[in-house]
Nanobody, 130 residues
Framework: QVQVVESGGGLVQAGGSLRLSCVAS????????MGWFRQAPGKEREFVAH????????YYADSVKGRFTISRDNAKNTVYLQMSNLKPEDAAVYYC???????????????????????WGQGTQVTVAS
C-alpha cells in the first residue's frame, strides 16, 4: 500500500505562482511514477504531469508545458509541482497519484491515463483570480 497526501493549494492571482507538494508513504519503493492530475468543475479529470522516481524523467500536458515543472526528492518521498504564470483555466482540484507499473516508455500515453495510477491523494484546491 502507498499513501499519498497533497498540500500547497490556495488562491493566487493570474500570472502568479504556486508550488504543490505530494508526500508518499508506505511501500514507496514500489512506486515507478508519480503523476499530477487536475479536475475543474464540470470537467473530467485530466493529466498534468508525471515524473519517474528513479530517473527523474518528466513529462507534461501541452496545456502546462513551459509553465509547470514537476520534480521529485526521493530522500523525502516527495514530488513537487511548481506552477508559474497561472491562468484562470488552471483553477481546479489537483490530485497526486502513484503508479506502480513499469515496463512502459516514460513518455508514453500509459502514464497519462488516470486508470493506471493505483493510489490517489484527496486533492488540493487551486484557485486563480483573474
Amino acid at each position: 500500500q502507498v499513501q499519498v497526501v497533497e498540500s500547497g493549494g490556495g488562491l493566487v492571482q493570474a500570472g502568479g505562482s504556486l508550488r504543490l507538494s505530494c508526500v508518499a508513504s508506505g511501500r514507496t519503493d514500489s512506486v515507478y511514477s508519480m503523476g499530477w492530475f487536475r479536475q475543474a468543475p464540470g470537467k473530467e479529470r485530466e493529466f498534468v504531469a508525471h515524473v519517474t522516481m528513479s530517473g527523474g524523467s518528466a513529462y507534461y500536458a501541452d496545456s502546462v508545458k513551459g509553465r509547470f515543472t514537476i520534480s521529485r526528492d526521493n530522500a523525502k518521498n516527495t514530488v513537487y509541482l511548481q506552477m508559474s504564470n497561472l491562468k484562470p483555466e488552471d483553477a481546479a482540484v489537483y490530485y497526486c497519484a502513484a503508479c506502480l507499473s513499469r515496463g512502459y516508455y516514460p513518455g508514453s500515453a500509459y502514464y497519462t491515463r488516470e486508470t493506471n495510477y493505483a493510489y490517489w491523494g484527496q486533492g488540493t484546491q487551486v484557485t486563480v483570480a483573474s
